[in-house]
């Protein structure tokens, strides 16, 4: 596969990290696990397994859970650990229910999120154990869902620049699997605490502000300041009455210099041996990323291609060339990299496609489809159409009696031969004939031509007169003053297209 166009992109190495940030964390199926202490010292786990899931968040987007780990080029893996902390072998999750072990002397039960060697993300469950058995007592409630809360994001980066900058915070709690709106008290109402008091200003141009949206609650720093604010900013979650404490880190960096440009994605079979390779280092004007083996890697380390230097190869593990690039290295902030693009797992929000001008030829947004310009080809559609205007389009091709032709449009015009085609099985089609009154000549005949045997044409609306032969209507063709409708028919369970004609009103009688 050969990439035919080169995209520029320009980076910027130092940054504010924008909206779009990527984020995962594990979820457990609950908070603790109740072990009953019995004589022999094994106990019976209540519930007597545990789960966890991956959740994932696009910037501001509702988390959604994702279950395709691997897919997300990650891993779990859990252990279980020992009142004297020694730990179980770590074993691969990869869904599904994990067995409580049933010794009083295994405490917990961890689950480690990792993205290659780098670990993103623990949750524990802990294993608490029962005083001795007592009166039995009237049944329970069923145990309440985990509570977890996630702060996105959890660090504010700051550019100390001088230039006015707004971010939000959202601030999102979970009941297992359901997230609970703000301040809804018949679901707990759920509330965040202040960050100061008086006017709101933290320190050094560092004010804040909140609001709510779509039910989320978000912090809101503003930030004009020149000096550095590495700061801890601590604030609490309330939920039933109860309080989780919380908090958001503050961190100021200075404008980053101009970075290289993205250089690619292009193939590497279309890069010649010696091509120079940039990883965009001090001095360099690139950052090369290449197609290989319908994965993308990006140049780490500047080289020359040779023949056996292809990422994976053994040259490139022993020199470190290439690195398995990053999907959110190849998207920048809602704006898609490419002038053209295949994509085969598109998940977005809204698609808009505008002309030079800046408006919208075609949306898909909140459900709904509109496109205002366009051409569809061998389409069908289930369900009604509505349209302000129907234009049928002209059959341009020469229809003669000594050479009749197949129809590409909805009407002939002027026409004495037609080729007649089968349609598919349980449809129907209209095609109307217009041969006007053009002169005081005599007027030709209309030569109907089935296409294939399995085509009958009737004179009539009758499919009894139907036959697997040219039909002649007679002074029906050019110059005949004569508008016609011709109906096929393909009726289910049938080998055959049965072809019927109609003579329509010919024109205002007095």
């Given amino acids: 596969m050969g990439v ?14 924008g909206n779009d940030a990527v984020r995962y964390w594990l979820i457990p199926s609950v908070s603790s696990v109740s072990m009953a202490n019995i004589e022999n010292g094994d106990g019976r786990p209540t519930p007597s397994s545990v789960s966890c899931r991956l959740v994932k968040q696009v910037g501001d987007d509702t988390p959604t859970t994702i279950t395709n780990v691997s897919g997300a080029g990650l891993t779990i893996s859990y252990t ?30 961890e689950f480690y999120l990792y993205r290659g ?18 009166e039995p007592g009237t049944p329970g409630q069923d145990g309440e869902d985990a509570i977890s809360i996630k702060v996105s994001p959890q660090t504010v980066v700051l550019k100390r620049n001088g230039k006015p900058q707004l971010i939000k915070v959202f601030v999102d709690l979970f009941k297992g699997e ?40 978000y912090y809101s720093f503003a930030y004009t300041g020149t000096t550095d604010i590495n700061k801890e900013i601590p604030f609490t979650v309330t939920y039933n009455d109860k309080q989780y404490p919380e908090k958001i880190m503050t961190q100021t ?32 004007a690139w950052k090369d990323v290449v197609l290989y083996g319908n994965n993308y890697y990006s140049c780490v380390k500047s080289h020359a291609k040779t023949a056996d230097n292809y990422p994976r190869s053994p040259a490139d593990q022993s020199n470190g060339y290439w690195q398995l690039a990053d999907k959110i290295e190849l998207v920048a902030t809602k704006i898609l990299l490419a002038s053209y693009a295949l994509v085969k797992n598109l998940g977005v929000e809204c698609i808009d496609m505008r002309d030079a001008a800046g408006n919208i030829l075609f949306q898909a947004k909140d459900g709904n489809v509109t496109c205002k310009t366009g051409t569809f080809e061998n389409i069908k559609v289930s369900g009604d159409i509505t349209a302000e205007y129907l234009n049928l389009k002209l059959s341009t091709t020469e229809h003669s009696q000594t050479a009749p032709a197949p ?17 598919p099985e349980g449809t129907a089609r209209s095609m109307r004939v217009l041969n006007p009154l053009l002169s005081r000549a005599t007027p030709s005949n209309l030569v109907l031509k089935p296409a294939t045997s399995n085509v009958l044409i009737s004179k009539s609306l009758s499919e009894l ?23 096929g028919v393909h009726h289910t369970n049938s080998q055959d297209t049965v072809w019927l004609t109609s003579e329509m009103n010919n024109g205002i009688t007095e």
């Fill in 4 to 17: 035919k166009a080169t995209r520029i992109v320009k980076f910027i190495r130092k940054g504010d990290k």
């Fill in 80 to 109: 279980v650990k020992r009142n004297d902390n020694a730990l179980q072998r770590v074993i691969s999750y990869t869904g599904g229910n994990v067995n409580v072990p049933t010794n009083t002397a295994c405490r917990a039960i």
């Fill in 117 to 134: 060697s780098e670990l993103i993300d623990t949750a524990t469950i802990a294993i608490v154990c029962d005083g001795e058995q007592g």
């Fill in 178 to 217: 359901t997230q609970i709106p703000y301040s809804d008290v018949s679901q707990g109402n759920m509330l965040c605490s202040t960050l100061t008091s008086g006017n709101r200003p933290i320190t050094g141009g560092l004010m804040w502000n909140f609001g709510t949206e779509n039910g989320r609650f």
């Fill in 253 to 284: 960096v200075a404008d980053g210099d101009r970075g290289p440009a993205l250089r690619g994605p292009q193939a590497w079979s279309d890069c010649e041996t010696g091509y120079a390779f940039q990883c965009g280092s001090e001095g360099e």
């Fill in 407 to 423: 129809a590409n449009g909805s009407i002939c015009v002027r026409a004495s031969g037609i080729i007649l085609p089968e349609l």
């Fill in 465 to 487: 007169e139907a036959v697997s032969a040219n039909v002649t209507l007679i002074g029906c063709g050019y110059n005949g003053n004569k508008y016609l409708e011709l109906i």
